[in-house]
């Protein structure tokens, strides 16, 4: 089936770093959407993306949709320790409502 | 709001029991969906329905079923559990078949002995 590939794994920052990782894959989505999930929580949406080239804020975080439609990045700027947990992409898969997921980034934030 | 809510939180099965997963939401959402995931594989899509009366299959089906009755509620059933299904399973909603924001449920973690 469709996978989505996410990079990197984990990352171990310091606090006050930027972070990006992405997601990439060999198929076209219609959206993109990025999550974080704490332990024992379910995945909590920190940005939805609807149209190719589109760039997207909210607060320090910032997602782009690529113009292919197969890729998407997410960034955090100035990390901080709550940012620590998994983040996730997802994307929608163009003519269904199926939403297929990436493996997720898990960051660790040093202080 | 409630949002969406799932009971129970955890449950523990012996291999062969049957038992149902509940999901609720509030929100008056078309589109329901239940994952499973594991360590190192991400979310897996089992089924999912875009109204009332109307269920689909997902990525990994196999051993699971659904129903979808009202709009507000979508279990998902084991039949008869295996090992394999150990793993935490996510309720999750959209508000609309176009709306592309999905919302979560806190998950249901299960453990099939």
């Known amino acids: 089936g469709q996978q989505l590939n996410q990079s990197p794994q984990s990352m171990f920052i310091q606090e006050g770093e930027d972070v990006s990782m992405n997601c990439t894959s060999s198929s076209i989505f219609n959206t993109w959407l990025w999550y974080k999930q704490d332990p024992g929580e379910g995945p909590v949406l920190l940005i939805a993306?609807?149209?190719?080239?589109e760039l997207t804020s909210n607060g320090r975080l910032t997602a782009q949709f690529g113009i292919t439609r197969k890729d998407s990045f997410l960034n955090i700027s100035a990390s901080i320790p709550s940012d620590v947990g998994i983040y996730f992409c997802a994307g929608q898969l163009v003519g269904t409502y199926k939403y297929i997921f990436g493996t997720g980034t898990r960051l660790k934030v040093l202080a | 709001n409630a949002g969406v809510t799932q009971t129970p939180k955890f449950q523990v099965l012996k291999t062969g029991q049957s038992m149902t997963l509940q999901c609720a939401q509030d929100?008056?959402?078309?589109?329901m969906s239940w994952y499973r995931q594991d360590p190192g594989m991400g979310l897996r899509l089992i089924h999912y329905s875009v109204g009332a009366g109307i269920t689909d299959q997902g990525e990994v089906p196999n051993g699971y079923n659904v129903s979808r009755s009202t709009t507000e509620d979508f279990p998902l059933r084991l039949l008869s559990a295996a090992p394999s299904q150990t793993s935490v399973y996510f309720c999750a909603s959209s508000y609309s078949r176009t709306s592309q924001k999905l919302f979560f449920g806190s998950g249901t973690q299960l453990s099939v002995l």
């Open positions: 929100m008056n959402h078309e589109y």
């Open positions: 993306l609807y149209k190719a080239g």
